[in-house]
């Protein structure tokens, strides 16, 4: 793709485009990072990057630069390199736009492949893409140009949109519902059994799960990630949100739109997320907890208690992040403040 095109394309995106300037107007054949760009390759710096990577710019060896329009010394920087640049608002996300331009996804042919064992009563529209070894129970609804792939197991009475993307070996469980635009990536579970036993004289009494999953549109669920079906209700995933690998929904838990979850966050049953809420690595969420529009926790934090909307925890148990901070300063002290507490015990002692 020639770097005009890009700049064409970038244009018509939602990175907002500030600037530009083609020289030789190269050939972009691929994207790399600053530091490991060659020839042919496209490559960005972030808004607000450290100074050694803004530095990189008079040394990449990148073909074309996306740049950030709020940094004047990049701004100053780049009518001084011969490399062809686009300067945008969010260089971040022209990056993520031009990937797609480069790397466009493989579209899986078209029709149910001949291992494949589908039930009774299976709807399946046009444009469908069904793999080798995958299980589709009786009364399923599969929704157009879905595709999905090798091994994956989908049992009865599921319901899943349009243009969906299941990978490899996932599995989804009955009654579960998906929207429209979701990803399941390989090997995550969809509405498997809530953790439900009742303590008794004689042992445990198992919960019958026998609530459903539901994934608005958009919704994106991690390698490895299982979302729990309740005993009774529904577990339900807002649109547009982003689940990470290892992450871990227990049963009957709601979240709103637009969240993210990364890598190990465990979410006790019954818990209620509000809109845009992000919980960074191994958030762990106690059952029943309500968190707020707009929350943000960050890694490791233990929620125990409500969170108020638009406020950023740390810690366990959470606290504000600002006192969290400043808690976290004073650890290492601890030794030293002990101390002296003990000497001035002894000194009031006497």
Known sequence: MQFN??????K???SS???FKITSNPVILSAASLEKAKENDISFLDNNSQLNLRDLIKTSKASALLLPANDNYIVEMANEISVDWIILKEPKIAFAETLEFLYPPEIEREGIHKSAVIGENVKIALGVSIGANVYIGD????GAETTVHAGAVIYKNVSIGAKNLIHANSVIHSGSTLGDECVINANAVIGGEGFGFVPTSSGWKKMPQVGIVILKNKVEVGSGSTIDRPSVGETIIGEDTKIDNLVQIGHGVTTGKGCAMAAQVGIAGGAQIGNAVILAGQVGVSNKIKIGDGVIASSKTGIVSNVEAGTVVSGFPAIP??????????????????KAIRQLDRRNSR
């Open 5 to 10: 095109e890009i700049v064409e394309r970038l």
């Open 12 to 14: 018509q995106g939602q």
């Open 17 to 19: 485009v500030v600037d």
């Open 139 to 142: 009364n399923t609804e599969i």
């Open 321 to 338: 992040n600002k006192l969290w901070l400043r808690c976290s300063a004073n650890f290492k002290k601890l030794p030293e403040i002990a």
